[in-house]
């Protein structure tokens, strides 16, 4: 039985690709495998940055403005002083190149924020009044910081407009010459300082706790700064960890990009929750509170694993393909594209299998062979699926091997790291990249059951094939819209899951929407092959019980 079922797949494999528009389609979606990571190689170059587009603007702008001011009071000299000062300030982001999401931008900013204050020493040594420039003040300047200033004697000014001087001196040298470690350093000593300032601020709270009698004014105050203490003692971490391991910020650099959405993690997991009392009164797209709690657990768990898998990989040298820019992140960005266009193929193959026999009236040859209805409607069943995964597994195998040669076969030897059952683990990437994309085929097998099923039962290719294709890319959309509706209930359905491959485009869709989604897509795989089953064994009852020759 095995063998005639073998020799019959065998020959309907052969006579689909004996059509010349399989043949051809096949070609080239081997040939997309090909040129798709050589283009990417090709078109990759220096980020092109905007922002000397903007601080000319700016130079701009704020010479008219000074242009346009008449300086006969003091407020107007205050005005021009600080315009002049922030001129010079966009002036030397423009010609030393700084980038607008640099670390070299981050630090510019304490270079601006010392030549407003030395602005201010010099005016209140010129006779303006104090209280006058406090009308004007810029916002870079806190009003700690001015206050400082404002204490400060006629002998100690001079000594202060030396210190600023030098301050503001150092740190244009530091960003001419791309010294990293003294802007680290810098941001190490501002983080220590502001969580002295919140433990003092702690230990005043506490000293106000008398026995059990604490107001809840106290005890939030108090959770307030432990949980900002916990967040600053966290990214200060990241910060000495960068400093220590002298990881610079170089955009190149997995490590740099590693540390910062480490950075970024550890701000989105401090996000608290929203008390149910205050939920309800914002009325967040008619979604209710025990939805948003099941999403904000989805997410925060999300972040805590994203941390806790970083600091792995930055502990264990390995890096994670997304962060590193090589051979493996251009496959694993491929295998989602292919998965979709082998399951498109398996729709216009299973949706003709059938009814194209009855269509060319070459149903009857086939029912006059000695062979049962079973074995022909399963080896073309079979034959269909053994198709879609050859193009499936031929394009990623082309898509590696083109990816090997480009940044170099060694990277497939760098494991993934994963979470499994909240602990860290490494797998061999080539299993984890088979996985995955046997995980997309389960797409591929649903559709490709229905189509085959509507094949059987209307006999008619054009019908099979569009309904199809139909669900399988409407599924997107529709499941976008109606969870931006707020109707929960479909993510207990196979719909939003029929194409897996979709998954994270869906999800970003409904967040920009503002829904709260949580999507079980291993659940939705089971729901996906139990159709799946379900389709075929409908189909092969229709064929091998209906009388199919009329």
């Given at each position: 039985m095995l063998k005639k079922i073998y020799n019959l797949t065998l020959n309907e494999i052969i006579k689909q690709f004996k059509k010349k528009s399989i043949l051809i389609i096949t070609m080239l979606i081997f040939l997309s495998a090909i040129?798709?990571?050589?283009?990417?190689?090709?078109?990759?170059?220096?980020?092109?940055?905007y922002s000397a587009d903007d601080y000319q603007y700016d130079i701009e702008e704020i010479t008219k403005q000074i242009s346009e001011m008449n300086i006969s009071t003091d407020q107007s000299k205050i005005n021009v002083k600080f315009l002049e000062s922030k001129k010079q300030y966009n002036q030397f982001l423009l010609d030393n190149k700084v980038e607008s999401d640099s670390w070299r931008y981050n630090y510019s900013q304490n270079y601006l924020s010392e030549l407003i204050k030395i602005d201010i020493i010099k005016l209140v040594k010129d006779g303006i009044n104090i209280n006058t420039i406090s009308n004007v003040l810029p916002d870079n300047i806190s009003k700690a910081d001015f206050d400082e200033i404002k204490l400060l004697s006629k002998d100690k000014l001079n000594l202060e407009l030396d210190k600023l001087d030098n301050k503001s001196s150092n740190i244009v040298k530091d960003i001419k010459t791309n010294n990293y470690k003294n802007y680290l350093k810098n941001e190490i000593e501002n983080k220590k300082d502001l969580i002295n300032s919140y433990n003092k601020e702690l230990s005043l709270l506490k000293k106000e706790v008398n026995g059990n009698n604490i107001s809840n004014d106290v005890k939030t105050s108090i959770a307030d700064i432990e949980d900002k203490l916990n967040l600053e003692n966290k990214l200060l971490k990241v910060i000495q960890y960068r400093y220590d391991n002298e990881i610079s910020f170089d955009a190149n650099n997995w490590k740099n990009k590693t540390l910062d959405d480490i950075s970024q993690n550890i701000n989105n997991a401090s996000r608290k929750i929203i008390l149910e009392e205050d939920y309800k009164r914002q009325s967040i797209s008619g979604v209710t509170y025990d939805q948003y709690v099941q999403k904000y657990n989805s997410e925060h768990d999300k972040y805590l694993n994203n941390i806790k898998m970083e600091w792995y990989s930055l502990d264990k040298n390995i890096p994670m393909p997304e962060f590193e820019g090589s051979a493996r992140d251009v496959v694993n960005s491929l295998v989602g594209i292919y998965a979709i266009i082998a399951s498109i193929i398996v729709i216009i193959l299973s949706g003709g299998i059938i009814s194209s026999e009855f269509n060319n009236n070459t149903i009857k040859l086939l029912m006059i062979r000695p062979v049962s209805r079973v074995k022909i409607i399963l080896s073309k069943f079979i034959a269909v699926l053994l198709i879609g995964y050859f193009i499936l597994f031929g394009s990623m195998a082309l898509v590696t091997i083109v990816n090997g040669f480009i940044f170099g076969f060694s990277d497939f030897a760098t494991p993934i790291i994963k979470i499994s059952a909240e602990t860290v683990i490494t797998q061999n990437y080539i299993i984890s990249l088979l996985l995955n994309t046997m995980f997309y085929s389960i797409s591929m097998v649903f559709i490709g059951s229905l189509a085959f099923i509507l094949s059987t039962v209307t006999k008619n290719t054009t019908v099979s094939v569009a309904v199809s294709i139909i669900i399988f890319v409407g599924s997107l959309p529709v499941s976008v819209i109606l969870l931006g509706k707020?109707?929960?209930?479909?993510?207990?359905?196979?719909?939003?899951?029929?194409?897996?491959?979709?998954?994270?485009?869906?999800?970003?869709?409904?967040?920009?929407?503002?829904?709260?989604?949580?999507?079980?897509?291993?659940?939705?795989a089971i729901e996906l092959l139990v159709a799946s089953i379900i389709f075929v064994i409908i189909a092969f009852t229709h064929f091998t019980k209906n009388d199919i020759t009329n």
């Open positions: 040129a798709i990571p050589i283009g990417l190689k090709l078109i990759q170059g220096d980020k092109i940055d707020n109707i929960m209930w479909l993510t207990s359905t196979p719909i939003p899951y029929i194409n897996l491959a979709a998954i994270p485009v869906m999800e970003h869709l409904t967040k920009v929407l503002g829904t709260v989604t949580v999507l079980d897509t291993k659940l939705g």
